[in-house]
């Protein structure tokens, strides 16, 4: 579709200025500036999985992998990582780049250099890819360990496989493997011997000694093998050497957006494209639909209000067939009666479901999509109607009309306000955005109060409304009266008899407010003023 090929010119624009970089010429010489990482968390997660794939495998600062999210009364169910020598320190941690999830955990002993790199493994027979995921497909992630004997004496060291799990486990000495919730298998190219430590969900599996001459190197590695069939691949050395070779190959060929945004600052560079990485990583197939998840944890699964940002970002990167896939995903969430619903009880889903449809039609030009995708468009709307019906009736602290009120109206107690000022000089009759419907008033008043409450009971007055009238009423007709809610609390008054009133009396200022609010209801009648109707 030629709309979808214009996306890129559209909005690279929009992403300039958003990186602060729109109209401005790049000055020669300047050193790049580098991202000050001061500030960034003490703790952190890596996904290393596969785009589109259905096994969210992440990795902690440590270099251990994480699995089973909010499984076994915990975070994490499992975690598994490697203890290549007693009393190791932590170095550093990195990726192999941006684009590729390769984790890199640099840790050190007295004349060792040890390195993790782990990764997923790209190239099992049914692996995801971009497109499509029909199958929960075998997965392996694989920890390469290197260990380097930077001193002049050859070492021998004791390694461990560290398999924390609160979910059911059991060490196959003969099988050489240790299994976890029943199915998932982890194995090593080091023989297992025994379990060395078990102190509650931790254990440690002692592996065979590994002798590394001085000046020498020696590499292991450890499998997690997953999925609805168990493929433990690789089971060498030289062969989980090789996965990682694909492995980089796979993710720079990876039909990911990268080379959609480019700025000059590599680390702001950098940012971008694990950004963009991670949006993939999240995302999931759907009923064959892609799902823009927000994340791999807690935000994994359809999250409409900050999923809608994603899906933008996608349609900005020149995904708009992926990203207007991912809006189908969420118009299939429709209910009978209009209402979108993925969470209980979170109607706002229903106007956020709104906004994402028609910016993608702005971003992708598509006015015929959008056309087509209208009538359940205003089955939305009616269903927000609805709702808004219902803030009459209801007593739900959900409800804003119910709870905002309260709310300003316990701030009022809490914090008594010493001096209140009712600017009404120049305002708008009607609301204060620009609207056909708002008139310009001038009512010339200007008030000032000791108390709050009832300096807004003697404006409110003023403005022909009565300060007292119940939640239904005029001025109130969506809300409760937050004066009375006040009165209640004995902040003050909404009685404009029993409040004194200095300088000229309500009556001599009072500028008419709820006539143009007749006369407005009168007009809309009639269609929005100055539009001709047919």
């Not at 969900?201 to 020498?216: M, N, S, T, V, Y």
């Not at 598509?366 to 087509?372: C, F, P, R, T």
């Not at 000089?425 to 108390?451: E, F, H, S």
Request: charged content about 20%.
């Amino acid at each position: 579709m030629n709309t979808m090929k214009n996306l890129t010119s559209v909005t690279l624009g929009t992403l300039a200025a958003i990186l602060g970089l729109g109209g401005r010429a790049l000055a020669a010489g300047p050193q790049p500036s580098a991202v000050d990482f001061r500030f960034s968390p003490p703790e952190w997660q890596t996904a290393i999985c596969l785009p589109d794939d259905p096994q969210k495998t992440l990795v902690d600062r440590n270099g251990e992998l994480l699995y089973h999210y909010n499984q076994g009364g915990r975070e994490f169910g499992t975690r598994v990582g490697v203890r290549a020598v007693e009393n190791s320190k932590w170095v550093e941690q990195e990726l192999l780049s941006p684009r590729i999830p390769i984790v890199r955990t640099h840790r050190a002993a007295d004349g060792l250099e040890i390195l993790e790199e782990t990764f997923a493994v790209t190239d099992l027979a049914l692996a995801p890819t971009v497109e499509t995921n029909q199958t929960k497909p075998s997965r392996n992630d694989l920890i390469l360990v290197q260990v380097t004997n930077t001193g002049r004496e050859a070492r021998r060291l004791q390694p461990r496989l560290v398999i924390d799990t609160t979910l059911p486990f059991a060490f196959e000495r003969e099988a050489q493997r240790a299994q976890v919730n029943y199915r998932e298998i982890i194995t090593t190219s080091l023989k297992m011997t025994a379990v060395a430590e078990e102190q509650g969900p931790p254990r440690a599996i002692q592996l065979e000694e590994l002798a590394i001459p001085a000046g020498g190197r020696a590499t292991f590695f450890v499998l997690f093998s997953a999925g609805d069939s168990v493929i433990c691949k690789p089971d060498t050395v030289a062969g989980a050497q090789a996965a990682r070779e694909r492995a980089v190959k796979y993710w720079k060929n990876a039909p990911l957006p990268f080379d959609r945004v480019q700025v000059p600052d590599p680390g702001v560079q950098a940012l971008v494209d694990s950004a963009i990485r991670n949006i993939w990583q999240a995302r999931e197939i759907k009923g064959g639909l892609p799902a823009f998840q927000v994340g791999p944890t807690c935000y994994r699964g359809l999250w409409i209000v900050d999923g809608a940002f994603i899906l933008e970002s996608a349609a900005m990167l020149g995904a708009g067939r992926q990203a207007r896939n991912g809006v189908a995903y969420e118009l299939t969430f429709q209910q009978p009666d209009g209402r979108i619903q993925v969470m209980p009880n979170y109607s706002k889903e229903n106007g956020i479901v709104l906004w994402t449809c028609v910016r993608h039609a702005q971003l992708t030009q598509d006015k015929a999509w959008l056309q087509a995708q209208w009538p359940k468009l205003e089955r939305i709307a009616e269903y927000i109607r609805t709702l808004r019906q219902q803030t009459l009736t209801n007593s739900s602290p959900r409800d804003d009309g119910y709870r905002v009120p309260r709310i300003i109206a316990d701030l009022t107690a809490a914090r008594p306000v010493h001096l209140a000022i009712m600017d009404g000089v120049k305002t708008m009759a009607g609301a204060q955005t620009p609207d056909p419907w708002c008139t310009p008033v001038q009512p010339g008043v200007l008030m000032a109060g000791t108390n709050v409450v009832n300096t807004a009971a003697v404006a409110i007055a003023a403005m022909n409304y009565d300060p007292r009238a119940p939640k239904g009423t005029v001025p109130f007709e969506r809300c409760d009266n937050k004066l009375l809610l006040a009165e209640q609390l004995g902040v003050g008054s909404a009685d404009p008899s029993r409040i004194e009133v200095i300088g000229p009396s309500i009556r001599d200022v009072m500028f008419d407010f709820r006539a143009l609010r007749e006369k407005r209801r009168l007009l809309r009648g009639n269609g929005p003023p100055g539009r001709a109707q047919g």
